[in-house]
């Protein structure tokens, strides 16, 4: 039997549950006698440039180890915000990373990651097929921004929408302990797409009045209106709370929080956002006087590993499982994504699709999902979210604290 060497990356922002999609990929692999040795590139495509690659075999072969890896947050491998060019543009970098995976004779390929990543895992795939080289290539999805095209919803997505919602509902019964005119102004994550923001909706299932306005990136923000809906509010609520994300835009498509931002990109050209809520805070100071804050949730909503989705744990893993079976199939240029076959019972299936109808992508939250006043959702998005959120996981801790896997960086595979 001849045998390949599998390697997978992670790339983009961190995530709870993208472990687990990489504990997914390894354990997979493990039940596979033509897989031969299992590599681990730290700090995605760049660190896999600079030869910064980690046998994982070796380092997870305790079955608990990499039971530990699937509820760590962040990315254990590292990760990069690294563009490759157009391969008519730089043919050099693209002949130097075909070398690479000859060397370490690399016959399978996982990059996980989000739109962007995908952008590389393409590329590659491209270059792979121009040139002759059986290399199989597969995208494996995570953003918790939700806004990959194609697939009912992105690992990573659950987990967060978990902690903003669980936050949301401790920030409630915080803000409404005083009988004092009040606004308090979440932030939450989202550039351009309103998936996580829609999130902070989810404590009305609770029978929550707050948060009382919503405001996604797709609905545009009239802060006239926004005004008058708080004055309205101002007649029966003491204390009012506003979810807002942090990507809303005015209608001529300009953010709310130009003044507030660095102007400063990354590598992909996205602009690094901040400041909505602070925007909304000066307003509501400017206009009512009363008693205001903002909080911005920030890194926290990216990978809080205390509280995970059972659902998004689950499925993460069975994405990594699936893609390698994809490319044991003879399968290569495909993400793979999940379907939803039912809602009511929750049921989904892992599919794949071409990495070309994904990367560079976005997919919005759609006009029928967000309230004819753009201050809030629809019964349909609670009932798309709800699933998503369900069911809790232990985490082993020592002295209080919870414990995470941590690969040995050091040990370098060399050639």
Not at 76 to 104: K, N, V, W
Not at 236 to 258: C, P, Q, T, W
Not at 359 to 372: F, H, T
Request: net charge negative; proline share 5%; charged share 25%.
């Amino acid at each position: 039997m001849s045998f390949k060497n599998l390697l997978v990356a992670q790339s983009g922002g961190p995530t709870a549950a993208i472990n687990a999609t990489l504990a997914g990929v390894i354990m997979e692999a493990m039940q596979h006698e033509e897989i031969g040795r299992l590599y681990g590139a730290l700090n995605g495509i760049e660190g896999f440039l600079q030869r910064r690659i980690i046998d994982l075999r070796e380092q997870l072969s305790d079955p608990a180890d990499l039971e530990l890896l699937k509820i760590t947050p962040s990315m254990a491998l590292g990760s990069c915000r690294f563009r490759l060019p157009e391969i008519g543009d730089d043919r050099q970098i693209f002949e130097e990373m075909l070398h690479i995976f000859r060397e370490y004779e690399i016959g399978y390929f996982f990059y996980i990651g989000g739109n962007d990543s995908m952008d590389t895992a393409y590329k590659l795939n491209a270059y792979f097929k121009e040139v002759g080289e059986d290399i199989k290539v597969i995208g494996l999805p995570k953003t918790i921004d939700n806004d990959l095209p194609e697939t009912d919803h992105t690992p990573g997505y659950g987990s967060a929408a978990k902690y903003i919602a669980t936050t949301m509902t401790e920030i409630i019964s915080d803000c409404e302990v005083y009988h004092m005119p009040a606004v308090t102004i979440v932030e939450i994550m989202g550039r351009d797409a309103g998936w996580l923001t829609a999130a902070a909706a989810m404590p009305h299932l609770l029978g929550c009045d707050a948060p009382h306005l919503v405001y996604l990136p797709e609905a545009p923000f009239d802060p006239d209106q926004f005004v008058a809906d708080v004055t309205e509010l101002q007649k029966d609520h003491k204390a009012i709370i506003i979810a807002v994300s942090e990507g809303i835009r005015f209608e001529n498509g300009l953010y709310v929080a130009m003044d507030e931002q660095s102007g400063m990109t990354d590598a992909f050209g996205h602009k690094y956002l901040a400041g909505s809520g602070k925007y909304l805070e000066k307003l509501v100071m400017r206009e009512f006087g009363c008693k205001v804050r903002s909080i911005e949730l920030n890194l926290p909503q990216r990978c809080a590993g205390h509280l995970l989705s059972k659902t998004d744990i689950e499925e993460s893993a069975m994405v990594g499982r699936a893609g390698v079976r994809c490319a044991l199939e003879g399968h290569s240029g495909q993400i793979m994504i999940i379907r939803r076959t039912s809602n009511d019972p929750y049921a989904i299936e892992i599919g794949h699709c071409d990495i070309q109808d994904v990367a560079n992508l976005e997919r919005n939250v759609p006009d029928a999902w967000i309230n004819e006043a753009g201050n809030g959702i629809t019964d349909e998005l609670y009932d798309y979210m709800e699933p998503l959120i369900e069911g809790e996981l232990d985490h082993p801790t020592v002295n209080g604290l919870p414990c995470h896997f941590r690969f040995d960086k050091t040990d370098i595979v060399s050639k």
